[in-house]
Structure formats: C-alpha cells, structure tokens
C-alpha cells in the first residue's frame, strides 16, 4: 500500500470517528441529564483518550454536535453538484456554507466563540474541516490536471471566501448587509476560479 492511500485511509477513519462521536452527542443531547465527554466516550464505545483528541471540551463537542444536524454531509453536497461544470460546482458549494452561515449567524458565532477560547488554551484544533472536504471532492476529476501548488491554493482561498469566518469578516470589519457579504464573497470565489480554469 503506498504512503497516499494510507494517508487518506487514516483520514477517512478519523472523519468516520468525529462522526460517531458527533452523532452519538446527539443521540445523548436528547436526554435532560448532563454530560461529560467521559459519559459519550462509553456510549461511543471508544477511548476517553480517543474523545479527548477530537474534543478537549463538552462545550465544544454540544457546539458542533448541534450545528452538525443542520449541516448536509459533504457527499450530499456533492450529489447535488456532480452534474454542473467546476466553476459552479465550487460555487454551489460556497453558497451552501455562506447560506448556512447567514441563516444560523448566532450560533455559528457562539461555536466559534468557544473554539478560539478552547484553542487558545489547549492549543489543539479541534474543528472540522467540511468547507475543505467538499472543494477537495468537487475538485477531484481536476486534481491530476492541475499543478500541485494551484490546487493546494485554490483549496484554501476557496475555502478562506466561505463560512462563518468570512461572513464576519465582511458584515463586522467591511460592514457588508447580508446580500452584499454574500455578493462580494461569490465575486472573489468567482474571479480565483477563472483564473485558474479559463
């Protein structure tokens, strides 16, 4: 097996393991009690110190677990723009995280308001990465046409143009209304990506 393969099988394992952390939060937020990382551990069925590398803390982990059930998976995402050209294809997808963003502004600003504080004292990264992993899929029938530093670039300006980061960004420091945040970043996207594909 060659070094690439491994390297993305022990990705897709720890993308498979934050999902079953996530949906067992979930399952176990229904309930009144409390919780402890140490209590979704067990109903996981994996390690406490498994736990601990994805989510230092509850409150990030209830975050996440939370804005994970109104966020499509990145396969869904993709099924919806197989069909459509590049451009669009990467368009689409920053609509959807920019749309998602803007409808649950408040609470993807309270989760991100907990992350800086956790990492800030764990210096650990304890987010998903759903924005990147759907570019990554969009991108891949392109990836071998393109140059190795072009990708690595597209995928992180793409990635830079979309989410809530960038919605405070415009709306906070650019003082953008909410059509235009979402204009101005679609132009941004838009001008990246024909430079790279026409």
Known sequence: MNKFSL??????Q???????????TQQLLK??????????????????????RY???IDVLCSEASLDLITQSTESIFDDIEHLPIIDRILHIQSYFNDLALQNETAFRKYLSIYLKDSNTTKKSTRGSRRTAALKL??????NQMDPQDYKHLITSA???MGI?????SKDVCRLSNKDTEKHLHWGLRKILESVFN
């Open 55 to 57: 989510f230092s803390n």
């Open 14 to 24: 720890k993308q498979q393991t934050r999902q079953i952390i996530l949906k067992t």
């Open 165 to 169: 980061e960038s919605v405070i960004v």
């Open 159 to 161: 990635t830079a143009l």
């Open 31 to 52: 309930s009144p009690q409390l919780l402890s990382l140490d209590e979704i551990a067990k109903a996981a069925g994996i390690s406490r110190a498994t736990i601990y």
């Open 7 to 12: 390297e993305s099988g022990r990705i897709k």
């Open 138 to 143: 969009a991108l891949s029938p392109y990836r």
